[in-house]
């Protein structure tokens, strides 16, 4: 179907691929169509002839027109060379793609889920937005203005201790270990019956619950002269009838009785602390403290390295391992890579 375009000089309506110049020159004044001038439907869609000729048909399956960058003309895609003032088609810019245009439909009104549909498309925007704002990856340059390094050394010793504990709290690596019966607490024990007291009740009794009361017939017309009935009841309560007596009951008494168990004394082996020395520097070389094991002695060792760089406002530390650190040299640029979720690593 065969679309037109109204010209804003003259207003002269035009069609879309018969008119002057193959549809984009004005028929009334001569006017190059342009991109501002779009393309509407006919108003009556019913008596639009259908376009047949394949010529034509060619250029509905081509891309959008193009637009002269020298003179705005529009031009259709297959040609080659603007028909206004020559320039090439290389040298133009491409309008924004049109959009399918849409046909005047009578629908029944509904309510509109635009609202819903616009807030769900904004909420998932915003999240999105969000998580690649900061999990996307930065590259760029830092230089290196400090570098701290710490390290510990503690001398430890293997110590013969004493402790006591219950049988089933020993530790398996203790050794002489001696143990004895002993109360770890108590439980109750020796059912038997106690506290003797009268206590009333009931025998014999009859009624209890509810009956059928307050009947009455319930009646529909049916539109004959006659009536439909059932008849409709409430629920009475019936009144308890009983004999009563007294009898002895018992309550249910319990002794407290020792639970026993295995109580241990014992000896075990643990690596003691008995000296630390730390030593700490602003530099790439870093040294151990001096400390050496004895008999029954050992030496336990802990560091830890931290290289600041910046970048304009921007600063971020590194904990590397120690043949990276002695690498490390203030004033050193190197590639980095970040986000704004706090991740960071060197590149190089």
């Not at 018969?18 to 190059?32: K, W």
């Not at 027109?65 to 259709?76: A, I, N």
């Not at 080659?80 to 090439?88: D, K, L, N, P, W």
């Not at 013969?160 to 109360?183: G, H, I, M, R, Y």
Request: charged share 20%.
């Amino acid at each position: 179907m065969e679309m037109l375009w109204d010209c804003p000089i003259c207003h002269h309506e035009n069609k879309g691929v018969q008119g002057e110049d193959e549809g984009l020159r004005c028929s009334g004044c001569g006017a190059q169509k342009t991109a501002d001038t779009p393309y509407r439907m006919p108003r009556d869609i019913s008596r639009a002839a259908a376009v047949t000729d394949p010529r034509h048909v060619g250029w509905g399956k081509a891309a959008a027109h193009w637009t002269c960058s020298y003179c705005g003309s529009q031009e259709r895609d297959l040609q080659g060379q603007c028909s206004s003032c020559g320039a090439s088609k290389d040298e133009r810019v491409r309008p924004p793609q049109a959009q399918p245009l849409k046909l005047p439909i009578e629908v029944p009104k509904r309510r509109s889920t635009v609202p819903l549909l616009v807030g769900g498309l904004a909420t998932i925007g915003v999240v999105s937005g969000a998580l690649y704002w900061g999990l996307s990856s930065h590259a760029g340059e830092a230089t290196i203005t400090k570098v701290k390094w710490s390290r510990e050394v503690r001398l430890e010793e293997k110590k013969t201790l004493e402790s006591q504990d219950w049988a089933d709290n020993v530790p398996f690596s203790a050794f002489n270990k001696s143990c004895n019966s002993k109360v770890r607490g108590t439980t109750k024990c020796n059912p038997h019956r106690c506290n003797p007291h009268p206590e009333s009740y009931e025998y014999n009794c009859t009624g209890g619950g509810t009956r059928a009361c307050n009947c009455r017939p319930q009646c529909t017309d049916t539109g004959t002269g006659l009536a439909k009935c059932k008849e409709v009841c409430d629920r009475c309560p019936v009144p308890k009838t009983c004999q009563t007596g007294t009898r002895t009951v018992y309550d249910t008494c319990y002794d407290t009785c020792p639970v026993t168990d295995m109580w241990c004394s014992y000896q075990y082996h643990s690596w003691e602390t008995v000296q630390v020395e730390n030593m700490q520097g602003s530099d790439n070389h870093p040294t151990w403290p001096e400390l050496y094991a004895g008999p029954n002695q050992r030496v336990a060792q802990s560091a830890r390295y931290e290289v600041h760089y910046t970048s304009g406002d921007q600063n971020w530390v590194e904990t590397p391992t120690e043949q990276v650190f002695v690498t490390r040299e203030v004033g050193q640029a190197h590639r980095i890579e970040w986000n704004h979720a706090g991740a960071f690593q060197v590149l190089d």
